[in-house]
């Protein structure tokens, strides 16, 4: 079955950029979506199709993607910004996939 | 405002049903693809089932088939799953989620706060 690879976890420190990648056999063609998970709550969906932001959702949030990897940029990381976070996709047939999650540390 | 309430949530024994409701509001119901993804304590996110617009067309993730149903009622802006069957391992978070859809496929766009499902004895 298809599967979107995230690293467990990344630690910035505030200020700092913190990167996020997904690598997916099917994302050369698929779009990424990105969700921010704080603890106790909701996903809430920060980038979509790749690299487009809903509306509400800070600047320093953005999304690229080259080949089968993904990433997630946060410019500039802020305390608030500390939550897991998971890529999303499709796989060639439709089926929809999340990528495990990645637990990121600003501290 | 889109808005997403689940219900329905609680403590069953392995074997039991139990019926998951979520109301929805701010957008056009009816026009719009609807899941149910869960969340194992600890775990990460794991879509369940999705229902089209008109309900006939639904899907499941292979470890419910059989065992759960998705419905949904456009005349409440409502959306169900109805669980029967239920094994330790369906012990989760239940979100409700809008599907949104583009050239490329489907996406989950606005999601509720979810509520707890325990199978346990």
């Known amino acids: 079955s298809y599967e979107l690879t995230q690293p467990p976890s990344v630690s910035v420190s505030p200020g700092q950029t913190a990167r996020i990648t997904c690598s997916g056999d099917?994302?050369?063609?698929?779009?990424a979506y990105w969700y921010q998970q704080k603890s106790g709550q909701a996903p809430v969906l920060v980038i979509y199709e790749d690299s487009k932001r809903p509306s509400g959702i800070p600047e320093r949030f953005s999304g690229s993607s080259s080949g089968t990897m993904a990433t997630l940029t946060i410019s500039g990381a802020q305390v608030e910004d500390e939550a897991d976070y998971y890529c999303?996709?499709?796989?060639?047939?439709?089926?929809?996939?999340f990528g495990g999650g990645t637990k990121l540390t600003v501290l | 405002e889109v808005q997403l309430v689940e219900s329905g949530g609680g403590l069953v024994q392995p074997g039991g049903s139990l019926r998951l409701s979520c109301a929805a509001s701010g957008f056009t119901f009816s026009s719009y693809w609807m899941s149910w993804v869960r969340q194992a304590p600890g775990k990460g996110l794991e879509w369940v089932a999705s229902?089209?617009?008109?309900?006939?067309?639904?899907y499941y993730v292979d470890s419910v088939k059989g065992r759960f149903t998705i419905s949904r009622d456009n005349a409440k802006n409502s959306l169900y799953l109805q669980m029967n069957r239920l094994r330790a391992e369906d012990t989760a978070v239940y979100y409700c989620?809008?599907?949104?859809?583009?050239?490329?496929?489907?996406?989950?766009?606005?999601w509720g706060q979810g509520t707890l499902v325990t199978v346990s004895s």
């Open positions: 989620a809008r599907l949104n859809w583009n050239e490329r496929g489907p996406y989950f766009d606005y």
């Open positions: 999303y996709s499709t796989d060639s047939s439709g089926n929809v996939v």
């Open positions: 099917a994302l050369p063609k698929k779009y």
């Open positions: 229902i089209k617009q008109d309900g006939v067309e639904k």
